[in-house]
T-cell receptor, first 110, second 116 residues
C-alpha cells in the first residue's frame, strides 16, 4: 500500500489560494487518491477524490499528473474556517486497508 | 439523517478492565473501519470490515478485537486495556462494491478513551 508524504504545516492568508502537495511514489494501478479535512475533536470529512488528471467540486480541485506519483489539493480563496488538518491518502479499490499519514496543518490568518 | 454513531463519547477506565466501544451506521454501508488518533501520529487504522462476518487487520491491531455480526454495527473490543491505548478513536463506514471504484468514508464523532 502506497505511503503518502505531505508537508507538516502551511500558513496562508484569507482570500489566497492554497495548494497542498502530496507525494505517493508507490501508488498502484488500482489506487485512488483521496483528501480529507479534519477540525479539532471531530472526525475527518471527505473533500475530494480522483484517479488521474483534474477533479473539481464545489470546495476544492485535485490535480494529478500523468505519472500519479503526486497530487495537489487546491483550495480557492481560503477563509479562517478552512484552518484544519488535511490528509492525503491512497486507497486501493480492492482492499480495505488505508494509511492516512500525518496530515498537513493549514493555518489561515486574517 | 445519515450518520455514524459511537458510544460512549468519553470513557475513563482502569488497566485490564474489558470495554467495548460501539459503532453503528444507518447508511447500509458494506465497509466499516476503526482508527485511533494520537498527537503527531495522525490516523492509524486498527481493523476494518468489508462486509458482515469479514474483518481484517489494519496497521495497529494489537490489543484490539472487532466483530461484524450485523451490517450496521462494528464494535471495538479492548479485552485488557492498557495505558498505551489511551487515544481518540474514530469509526467510519463507506459503500464498497469490490470492483474498480472507491468511495468516501463517513466518520463518527469520536470516542476519547483514557486508560489509567
Amino acid at each position: 500500500l502506497a505511503k503518502t508524504t505531505q508537508p507538516i504545516s502551511m500558513d496562508s492568508y484569507e482570500g489566497q489560494e492554497v495548494n497542498i502537495t502530496c507525494s505517493h511514489n508507490n501508488i498502484a494501478t488500482n489506487d485512488y487518491i483521496t483528501w480529507y479535512q479534519q477540525f479539532p475533536s471531530q472526525g475527518p470529512r471527505f473533500i475530494i477524490q480522483g484517479y488521474k488528471t483534474k477533479v473539481t467540486n464545489e470546495v476544492a480541485s485535485l490535480f494529478i499528473p500523468a505519472d500519479r506519483k503526486s497530487s495537489t489539493l487546491s483550495l480557492p480563496r481560503v477563509s479562517l474556517s478552512d484552518t484544519a488538518v488535511y490528509y492525503c491518502l491512497v486507497e486501493s479499490s480492492n482492499t480495505g486497508k488505508l494509511i492516512f499519514g500525518q496530515g498537513t496543518t493549514l493555518q489561515v490568518k486574517p | 439523517e445519515a450518520q455514524v454513531t459511537q458510544n460512549p463519547r468519553y470513557l475513563i477506565t482502569v488497566t485490564g478492565k474489558k470495554l467495548t466501544v460501539t459503532c453503528s451506521q444507518n447508511m447500509n454501508h458494506e465497509y466499516m473501519s476503526w482508527y485511533r488518533q494520537d498527537p503527531g501520529l495522525g490516523l492509524r487504522q486498527i481493523y476494518y470490515s468489508m462486509n458482515v462476518e469479514v474483518t481484517d487487520k489494519g496497521d495497529v491491531p494489537e490489543g484490539y478485537k472487532v466483530s461484524r455480526k450485523e451490517k450496521r454495527n462494528f464494535p471495538l473490543i479492548l479485552e485488557s486495556p492498557s495505558p498505551n491505548q489511551t487515544s481518540l478513536y474514530f469509526c467510519a463506514s463507506s459503500l464498497f462494491s469490490g470492483s474498480w471504484s472507491s468511495y468516501e468514508q463517513y466518520f463518527g464523532p469520536g470516542t476519547r478513551l483514557t486508560v489509567t
